[in-house]
């Protein structure tokens, strides 16, 4: 087992996590401080690990950051405050990186922020897909809570399947 | 295509028949979609815009449709071109003379269905009918929505509804437009107050040519605000219903001036008449100003040798880019001005020499 934390590469590593890529095993130390800013470790005294943090981690998805002035689309690099200022977005994805404050614009410009409308038909099947996908999110935080590790693994590849099925 | 082979033609929307053509002149609804994995148009760069405008032409030739669309490129067409389909109501001010680079417009024979491509969003889809036809429009334009889905993967988000560039039209990105023309709310002064109506629910109020045109020959675009939480059928009755108290109030109106104005009336519309038939220079405003109360004088039947839809043509070929295109050369202003007169004189003798 390494003794140094692979992220910052000097602090001994005290926190020590197994994830199964492909059938390989693949292990990571960090440091408490790195585990920390992961946010693997709640904020406080306690060790109890963060369960959404660590699935996020395993896979590989950041845990969001909620800071409302400095937001930008990682797709085109519109920053939210050109946004406001040109009254035009970059791209679709925009919408999801400004959602946190785009929802009160909506609800001041139409009064509501849920699309009640049509549904294109290529829609109605990645619902689908998506509801199946969550439900074996709840299944892989079950199995990492109970370090039922090889169950995780397979879980996140059944995952990592349906998500690829969704790009077509 | 050569686009002077419109120039007989009256488009579907000044065809003057359908439902209510007494007040309503055409009904218009228009969507609003963007291609997935694409910026949107004002963020795309020339090979990004060239390619929407591919795979946008390429679908709507290939996709199954009620009539062919064929696609005709903005970029290309000269000005005056682009001014005329402008005033056809087949394309954008935007889209003719703002926005730059690939961009381009398909629609039917008998204009009544267009998609623009590359304008502030990649695809606008628009719907037109004679009158007040808002279920037939919006049945038509979700039909050519499907056949276009059928081949191209829009921009889609399950809590905001369809994604646009701007986010007054997110959700179902869906614009009813009905055009009504209200002559005796304008004469007995009671627009205003209709209009402060209009805006406590929601609807907004434009002149014929779009955002900030004004409102001329008393001719008013009236359509919904809110795309976001009510669906389309929701806005649709929404409109419907504030259209059928407009028509109530005009129609009481026109019925208030001839009960208690016939005289004056009946004196306005041979004035305009003569105006029309012997003015050596006049304006596009005062023609329109005109020509609206010729209208109201036919649906009032003080004048009876007029067929309702010579107004309409009379309105439409009166234009600048129309004008122009019928004289085959570009005009100034003065000589523009000229020329509507000349055109106006020769239609309203043509009209007195088959009535005798
Ligand atoms: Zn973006």
């Known amino acids: 087992m390494a ?27 960090l440091c408490e401080e790195c585990a920390r800013e992961q946010q693997l470790i709640p904020e406080g005294p306690g060790t109890s690990l963060n369960l959404q943090a660590l699935v996020s981690l395993i896979m590989g998805q950041p845990t969001p950051e909620v800071d409302p002035g400095a937001l930008i689309c990682p797709t085109c690099g519109l920053q939210y405050a050109v946004f406001r200022a040109e009254g035009r977005f970059g791209c679709p994805d925009d919408y999801d990186a400004f959602r946190s404050v785009l929802e009160p ?3 001041r410009i139409h009064r509501g922020t849920q699309h009640t409308g049509k549904f294109p038909r290529h829609e109605a ?4 897909l998506l509801a199946e996908t969550e439900a074996l999110r709840g299944e892989l935080a079950a199995a990492v809570a109970a370090e039922r590790y090889e169950e995780a693994a397979r879980l996140r590849d059944r995952i990592r399947q349906k998500e690829g099925a969704d790009e077509s | 295509m ?13 065809k003057g028949t359908g439902p209510e053509s007494d007040v309503v002149i055409s009904t218009r609804i228009r969507l609003a979609r963007n291609l997935a994995h694409y910026p949107f148009a004002g963020r795309a760069n020339l090979a990004q815009k060239t390619e929407i405008e591919t795979r946008g032409r390429e679908c709507l030739t290939q996709a199954q449709l009620p009539a062919p669309l064929p696609y005709v490129s903005v970029a290309a067409l000269p000005t005056l071109d682009r001014q005329f389909l402008v005033e056809r109501q087949l394309i954008s001010r935007e889209l003719a003379n703002v926005l730059e680079g690939p961009r381009g417009v398909a629609f039917d024979e008998r204009e009544s269905v267009s998609v623009m491509v590359n304008e ?12 007040l036809a808002l279920d037939e429009a919006w049945a038509e334009i979700d039909k050519l929505d499907d056949a276009l889905e059928a081949r191209l993967r829009f921009a889609f988000h399950e809590q905001f509804g369809y994604l646009t560039a701007c986010p007054t039209n997110v959700g179902t990105g869906m614009r009813g437009s009905v055009m009504v023309h209200l002559p005796a709310l304008g004469i007995t002064k009671q ?23 004004r409102a001329s020959g008393d001719l008013y675009q009236i359509s919904n605000q809110v795309t976001l939480g009510k669906s389309e059928s929701r806005v649709l009755t ?3 219903e504030v259209i059928a108290m407009i028509l109530q109030y005009e129609r009481s109106a026109r019925q208030v001036l001839i009960r208690e104005r016939r005289q004056a009336e009946h004196d306005r519309v041979a004035r305009a008449l003569g105006t029309l038939g012997s003015a050596t220079m006049i304006t596009s405003e005062e023609t329109m100003e005109l020509l609206s109360a010729v209208r109201l004088g036919i649906h009032l039947q003080l004048v009876d040798n007029i067929p309702a839809n010579l107004v309409n043509q009379l309105f439409i070929q009166t234009q600048s880019a129309h004008l122009q295109k019928l004289m085959g050369t570009v005009l100034d202003g003065e000589e523009r001005n000229a020329a509507r007169a000349r055109y106006l004189r020769a239609k309203l003798r043509e009209l007195d020499a088959n009535s005798r």
Not at chain 1, 3 to 28: F, G, M, S
């Open chain 2, 120 to 131: 502030e969003d990649h695809l606008r889809l628009q719907v037109m009918r004679s009158g």
């Open chain 1, 125 to 128: 099947r990645r619902q689908k």
């Open chain 2, 191 to 213: 627009i205003e107050k209709v209009f402060r109506a209009l805006q406590k629910i929601n609807l907004v109020v434009r002149g014929l040519y779009g955002e900030g045109s």
């Open chain 1, 3 to 29: 003794n140094i934390c692979q992220r910052c590469h000097a602090r001994p590593a005290t926190v020590h996590l197994t994830d199964i890529v492909n059938k390989k095993k693949r292990e990571l130390h």
């Open chain 1, 105 to 107: 614009l909506l609800e």
């Open chain 2, 2 to 14: 050569n686009l002077d082979s419109l120039l007989p033609n009256l488009g579907e929307w000044l």
């Open chain 2, 238 to 240: 929404e409109i419907r």
